[in-house]
């Protein structure tokens, strides 16, 4: 069983470039949740898939897009970058909709806007 | 104010001590999760409780519903316990499943 992986590990891009991150679910995962975590602060929910729709949404700009596919791996598209959008970027994956099942972390993608 | 909040935000230890960890929130819950997030970012799931105790080698988490209190505690601590801990909540209405929300961590020092 392999567990939650993301690509890549770090990312610089300039300011008002797109970029695109990805995230392999665990195997037997239908669900993802992405998350930014700014430096020194608990990371900050930005949406999540389930069966390839979106479920639910955090307190994100419409430029923050995401995509979950049939295999429920899941990308993460920001257009338009601000230099406030430097993070590190988690997903987790989770096996359905039941709030008691836990989530399993990938190792994030470091993204810095110059 | 945060709906998450843990204390101390740093601490640091010597090789062998107790070590406990707080976190208070605001909302109602469904589910209560300790993280361990290490250098370069990796989070690691410790617990996931939503009543009483769970113990896993040498950490030991309690969760008071009444009180909005959890705590972790560490016995017997080590240098590679050096991380830092997060406490996040499920909330117990509304929101989608993956809506966690997150304090914004303890780091722990454990020096030999």
């Known amino acids: 069983e392999t567990g939650v992986t993301q690509s890549p590990t770090h990312l610089i891009k300039t300011r008002g470039q797109q970029v695109t991150l990805r995230c392999s679910s665990q195997?037997?995962?239908?669900?993802v949740s992405w998350y930014q975590q700014a430096l020194g602060q608990g990371p900050q929910f930005i949406f999540q898939y389930y069966r390839e729709e979106e479920n639910g949404r955090g307190n994100f700009p419409p430029r923050f897009s995401g995509l979950q596919f049939p295999n429920y791996s899941s990308e993460l598209n920001v257009n338009a970058l601000e230099l406030d959008d430097s993070a590190l970027y988690l997903c987790a994956s989770s096996s359905g909709l039941v709030a008691y099942n836990e989530q399993f972390f990938g190792p994030g993608t470091r993204l810095t806007v110059l | 104010k945060n709906e998450v909040e843990q204390s101390p935000q740093n601490l640091t230890a010597q090789e062998g001590e107790f070590i406990t960890i707080n976190c208070s929130y605001s909302?109602?819950?469904?589910?209560l999760h300790w993280l361990q997030q290490h250098p370069g970012g990796g989070i690691v799931s410790l617990f996931m409780l939503s009543s009483g105790k769970k113990k896993h080698g040498r950490l030991i988490a309690t969760i008071n519903i009444q009180e909005k209190h959890s705590s972790l505690h560490i016995t017997a601590s080590h240098p590679r316990d050096s991380a830092v801990y997060i406490c996040a909540v499920r909330g117990a209405r509304g929101g989608s499943q993956g809506n966690l929300i997150f304090g914004k961590g303890t780091k722990l020092s454990v020096k030999p």
């Open positions: 195997s037997g995962h239908n669900t």
């Open positions: 909302v109602g819950i469904s589910a």
